[in-house]
């Protein structure tokens, strides 16, 4: 491994975020044979960064991510702070010719997200690479479907569900956090969890929203705000109330209806309110032939129906995909053994880094992750009209963005 | 028994549901001790009603429903006939004195429904009743989450999630029926299995629908016709296709959005095109103290979410309905042993009797299935309208048609 | 149906297995045309006969089952006493010229048994026909478990899991029942439920087995007596206690691994301990092409493993048996539209009625019930020899036996 | 964390457990703070040590395992070795006074396990530490199992039900590998999955058996010899088959059932013929106040049936292990989020680092190993005897070894 090319990254943020991604760059390269070597070469952090440095292995520290961009001896910015930043630093350090992976949402409006993805285009020009981090897309179950999709087994797409269900916000009396804040986060659970169900199903079917309907509610306005000093190393979700009230400015839940491009109707829902699913991020395609499914909660299983077998012995079947056969999962350990949560960061690495050093355009690309802020932004004045249809925009790079599924 | 009076009962239609009702009148009150004792008196069908008095149990065939309000000896009139013909036959009875069970949908047509309603109240001063036949309210396991619901065991209600996925249009080349038929069946997946997590939702969650927002689709809209003659016993969905084509002028497939009185929100979809779903009625409600779900393809269970219990230990718990403890289950079998598809109908006789004699409301009222006729009509509207947001209207007799959950 | 010829039953004990009965002579007719037609004339019960006959719908009541036999008027006796009736009633019937259907087990010894095979083998030779009551293996999935191994979809089979679970002595505060006393019961849960898991595994496999090793426990040795006077129309497994002890002299639980003539190893477990588990009869087969698994709380469903399929696809398939392409699926419901546990009980009626217009053996024949019950024995005399692998005898007429699955 | 105290490891082998040890000591401090600082000082394989080195990051390579017992910077000794070398290499280590991490089972042999244990038992006066490497104790849902009976949800014990269930041997045609000759691998399913479901149960329970009657079986004695050359990265349960036949000299299959000290009857099945079963163990604990349930193909949940709840809402909950409140999880991701088969391992480091610095025995000791090898042994002589009840030899060590469950 020691032969091949450096890799030097530098990662902006520190949070949980910051913890999965420090954990794919050190495991990536010791169960796949990267054509590049990461080094963990750099973290930037407001406050903390140096503890940080030294807990998930960073090289070196420092405060401002201005440091990331200016410093020759890096070349990927890896991006974990909140959406409102994305667009900034990310096109900083493309101009600058350094590969940027920012984790989802791409940015927290639009607009940003079309600097950014106009940014990437012109990077690509250069040689150099630009990914948003929708991890989902490389849980093996998920790469799996994808390949089933393509390979034709569902023949002509009609439905798709989509799920993501979570109850962390089902307790009233649960304190305000930046996730409720509508300057910071943008958007509630349907920019941090719908936004994982619009690009997984359209990753999985292959296929682009066109229109949406929906509707936004949040159940719960105000909400205890956060003490001051809050337990160590809390973990995002979580957290200690003060005596005083917040407003809640975000949804708590979104529920759409889509029209894809093939004509097919997808049925999404993203909720912080459904009592008892923790992690639900549910999919289901159902086309002529054939139908699949996945849970998040069991995240190493996938269902497949086959519509197409005898018709005395039709049903799902429950596929572990923990497999030599399946995607990634041979790299790891031996038949049925699963993997877990963080494992698709570094799958998620693995991919990145061939990209780079094959030249390839690394997907999801900027594009792709414009054309989910295009969803989630038209659901949202979709919202605001009453439920009325809306087209989500499309452009030259969006028919590229279509092209999902590699 | 034999010291009981009798409750003499007139079937209008012999179709499939026929045979279930039948099966109902004639298992009920050997399972159940009943005030009155049912005694299967006339079978009315177009053709062939004497074979189906032979076959189910009928002393008497007649071919014209007007025998059936005609005859002195008839003290109910049981309509499983299309939804077409609900009111005429149901009015005419109620109007000559006879209880009624009708089939749901109460009728095609709001204002058909209305009438029924209209007649039904007027009725009610006579002490004669009716009834509307949601028979999957009588499952066991649907009666014990109204019971927990009632008990308060959901706290606030936020979420309702409700899908009747079935797949047998999946196959582009499978033939019309006539539930394919705007003219006959009044309404494709959104009155025929739409109506029913309608209902249930409704009365499991004590609430009533307001508004809504939805979307109609028909995925395939040519179809060969069915060929003239057809095998014997015919059950309804299937058949055998001819080389013409005719037009599918229903829906496909609905989904809808709607919020409740109390404010919760809820997210519906009924579809004949969820490939490898044959049954799945799926309900799921999440309040902030706990959470409920059900699904037609395991009757015989519920799931239950306890937020209250110790943090460690967190789950939906399988819950089998069929214990002593559970509604109507211990007039079956011993602990353990499921029930099928056609007990509802026994329980909904067994209510009905019990309610007739002692001088209550049977529900589902006409008021209730009429309710339900308006949510369907304003998701219909809604859907002409682009997903407008569409009120439910609201009358006195509705504030009844709220108080579900007996 | 009324131009059938007659067959005249008399049903001899009227307890819940009665009921069960009572049901299936009612109802079977009614959706499955039958060569002769069911008449349900004579129920026996030594008190409360004519309440039964009432309340199930017999046309006369008798208190000594020796009526049965002497009436000319009766062409089968269907026996659902207790087992140590089932030899003398049986064998009376056969000689008497009537059909005999008893219940499971055949009998509470294998003397008795033997005796009821010779019978049963004495009487073919004249036209009358006997069958043995293991109505789970007419559950439309274990039906079709058993289509799926003669074609062949297992391969070589090398391994069954059987277990029949259930938890309804878990509470020591319950009382003694007949079915906890040797004397009457014969055997504990070894004879009443391990008995099923005998017959199923060995008709599904098509497999008999030849030699077992077991081990019985009796938890609880002490238990509360029933008192004196029990609650109307008591299930059978409950009751109210008295404040005096009795002995229980049965076993509470058996475990046993047994060779199948093909080979194959069987791990069989019978419980009435096994706490939460309420009617959990589960089956497993593994072969080197395929699996099939069973449980009998989702008794509409299967599991169906086809180990030649595609490596990145295997799975556990869960199959609906409820189509019309299933076993006895197509003469009851819908698509999609589970039956309960008495259908069992109509389809062995069906089946039985048709193989005497058919001048067939019945199967399970009172041969196969021998066997059973020699397994039963073998897995007793194991367990008081300190689990000593001891054979299982076979004779001229076992050779029959192992012809199942037809 | 540099300013803790280091802990030099040296790992003698390495296989697939070499990769997953190495990636416990690797990611176990980054996500626990530890008392000491692992230190990934030296690696040892007869070949290849020097890439494997490299691959799985530890600073030097060698050879000779004794190379590790001689240097002087070393503190602990991970053996991930074939079980035939474990009594040597670890009393050569202990002796020198170093800690010991020993992969389960602890020896193929009981005299060489009794070794083991007394040199553990020496070099714990020494305060040099042993453990034995059953690594699935440490999956939290098991953590949890443990907690919950400790707690007393289950009352008294009566029955444990505990299968391990592969079907990687399922094809005949498969090749042999080391682990079907007895040389190498001291027993078949019996001591490698068999081991694990003797461990875990007594664990859960916190009870020991004492005696045992079993029944093994070798399906297929004959396979393929694996061909000289081998793809690379084999991972231990494949391999491509060469001409020539080899003699397997290990058990496929295991059954046994055995005695609790408490009294409580367990049902064990190992086997590696179980078509379809991936990695399939499972654990179910039957007591009279409630049962727990785990299958390691959903390791994040653990199911849970309280009987003490009301009648009406009794079932099995599905747990999801993933909360703040259960063992380990805190430390890795945010609520709902699952962990994979490797986790098990780091949180084995971190409670051995743990005990190591406060100076505590770590569990499961070389005497719990010890006791779960004299298990294994009177399965074994049951088998040979005729499934003979099998007395489990105690000793003062074996006292300590049943108080499981810290």
């Known amino acids: 491994m020691m032969s091949t090319p450096p890799l030097r990254v530098a990662m902006i943020g520190h949070g949980f975020m910051g913890a999965a991604h420090s954990q794919a760059w050190r495991v990536a390269p010791r169960f796949f044979d990267l054509p590049l070597q990461p080094e963990m070469t750099l973290v930037v952090g407001r406050s903390g960064a140096a503890e940080s440095a030294e807990r998930w292995g960073w090289a070196d520290a420092a405060s401002d991510w201005r440091a990331a961009i200016e410093r020759d001896d890096i070349d990927l910015v890896d991006i974990v702070t909140p959406g409102d930043t994305h667009a900034e630093i990310a096109i900083a350090a493309l101009e600058a010719g350094k590969h940027v992976l920012c984790e989802k949402p791409l940015a927290n409006a639009v607009e940003e997200a079309e600097r950014m993805a106009a940014a990437a285009q012109a990077a690509e020009q250069r040689g150099v690479r630009a990914m948003c981090g929708f991890s989902y897309r490389r849980v093996p179950a998920v790469q799996q479907l994808r390949r089933l999709v393509a390979e034709g087994v569902l023949g002509e797409l009609r439905e798709v569900r989509a799920q993501y269900l ?10 305000m956090t930046w996730r409720l804040d509508k300057a910071l986060a943008g958007s509630g659970a349907l920019g941090d969890i719908g936004a994982h169900i619009i690009d997984m199903s359209q990753f999985v079917a292959g296929d682009a929203l066109t229109r949406v309907t929906g509707t936004l509610e949040t159940f719960v306005r105000e909400r205890p705000l956060l003490a001051p000093i809050q337990p160590a190393r809390q973990k995002g979700l979580g957290g200690t109330a003060s005596d005083q009230k917040g407003t809640v400015t975000v949804d708590d839940a979104a529920w759409f209806t889509g029209r894809f491009a093939s004509g097919a109707v997808g049925a999404f829902e993203a909720t912080r309110y459904a009592t008892g699913r923790k992690n639900a991020l549910r999919l289901e395609l159902s086309g002529d032939r054939g139908a699949l499914a996945f849970d998040l909660e069991r995240m190493n299983e996938l269902e497949y129906y086959d519509a197409t077998a005898p018709a005395d012995r039709l049903g799902f079947r429950r596929v572990q995909v923990t497999e030599p056969e399946h995607p990634y ?35 999801p690309s900027f594009a792709d992750g414009l054309q989910v802020q295009r969803v989630l932004d038209a659901v949202e004045r979709s919202a605001a009209k009453g439920s009325a249809w809306t087209d989500i925009p499309t452009s030259t790079e969006d028919q590229l963005s279509t092209e999902v599924g590699r």
């Not at 979570?166 to 304190?175: C, V």
């Open 166 to 175: 979570q109850d962390w916000l089902s307790d009233a009396s649960g304190p």
């Open 329 to 363: 999962t041979g790299n790891w350990w031996p038949t049925g053994h699963g993997l877990g949560y963080e494992h698709a960061f570094s799958h998620q690495v693995v991919d990145l880094v061939r990209d780079i050093a094959a030249e390839r355009t690394p997907r």
